[in-house]
């Protein structure tokens, strides 16, 4: 906040400060109360690090969306118990969103629609990401929140992703690769802790954030950590994805590019909590 250059205070009968008439004085206006779209990993952390120095904003919720049938985070294959540990560790509450596995956009906006009308009868009005350079979904984004009355804010938006892994290792981000999409890179980048080793290794065509869906993350010590997360590596396995039917691909929630994503399959490393 700015601090005022000039002021006349009006003082009542009992001598106390009641108004103020106010020259040149830049005020934050009340906090905005905001949730945070996490997703457990780097973009999502460096995003809300940021967003925690921002007195505009008072973030009261993480949201995660979670694979029901297996109670993992969407896509990145986490364990929801690990999820967890990242709230209590941040000291922000958790909220789930409870996915099918490979929901249509109707179903998983209807979802959505539904747990933010319920956040904006709690006085939330932002909404705030992590995402990069994806146009059309920034676009998105605000459409969809438009319609319930909520505004999307994207603090790392346009920032060279090059800088933002620089800066996020240097702020002493932790963070270990836990899905990579095999169109891009194959098994031996899944399970590696991201330096600047796994940054050299990345072939020419994988952006270093993985804003592409090239790979995912999930972050387990850092700056906004009252403690690091505690677990051990565990199973490697890999997964393609089957449609049913005449299933119409392009109307997936999970769809992240303009090929049809079960033409690829994924490899996922297991992550297991430790007490």
């Known amino acids: 906040m700015a601090k005022s250059q000039s002021y006349k205070g009006l003082i009542n009968k ?23 779209n996490w997703s457990s990993g780097k973009d999502s952390a ?7 120095q921002n007195p505009e904003y008072k973030i009261e919720y993480l949201l995660t969306s979670v694979n029901q049938q297996f109670q993992r985070i969407s896509m990145h294959g986490v364990r929801v118990e690990l999820l967890e540990s990242q709230s209590k560790s941040i000291g922000i509450p958790l909220k789930i969103l409870q996915i099918p596995e490979m929901p249509s956009m109707e179903v998983y906006e209807n979802v959505m629609t539904e747990t933010l009308t319920e956040l904006k009868n709690e006085g939330i009005t932002h909404s705030v990401f992590g995402d990069i350079f994806l146009e059309d979904l920034r676009k998105y984004r605000e459409d969809q929140l438009a319609r319930i009355g909520f505004e999307g804010v994207f603090p790392i938006w346009k920032i060279p992703t090059q ?113």
């Not at 460096?46 to 925690?52: A, D, N, Q, R, V």
């Not at 691909?249 to 999970?254: D, H, L, P, Q, Y």
């Open 14 to 36: 009992s001598n106390e400060i009641c108004m103020f008439t106010i020259e040149n004085y830049n005020i934050v206006s009340k906090q905005k109360k905001a949730i945070f």
């Open 46 to 52: 460096l995003t809300l690090y940021k967003i925690l």
């Open 163 to 275: 800088n933002l892994i620089q800066e996020f290792i240097t702020l002493g981000f932790k963070t270990i690769v836990v899905c990579v999409n095999e169109r891009y890179l194959d098994k031996s980048f899944v399970g590696r802790i991201i330096d600047q080793d796994f940054i050299n290794d990345l072939p020419d065509n994988v952006d270093v954030c993985g804003e592409n869906g090239e790979f995912h993350t999930f972050t387990f010590d850092g700056p906004i950590f009252s403690e690091p997360i505690n677990f051990e590596i565990g199973e490697i396995v890999y997964r393609k994805y089957e449609k049913s039917g005449n299933e119409d691909t392009s109307n997936t929630a999970c769809d992240t590019n303009t090929d049809d994503p079960f033409n690829f399959g994924f490899w996922y490393c297991d992550l297991i909590p430790k007490n």
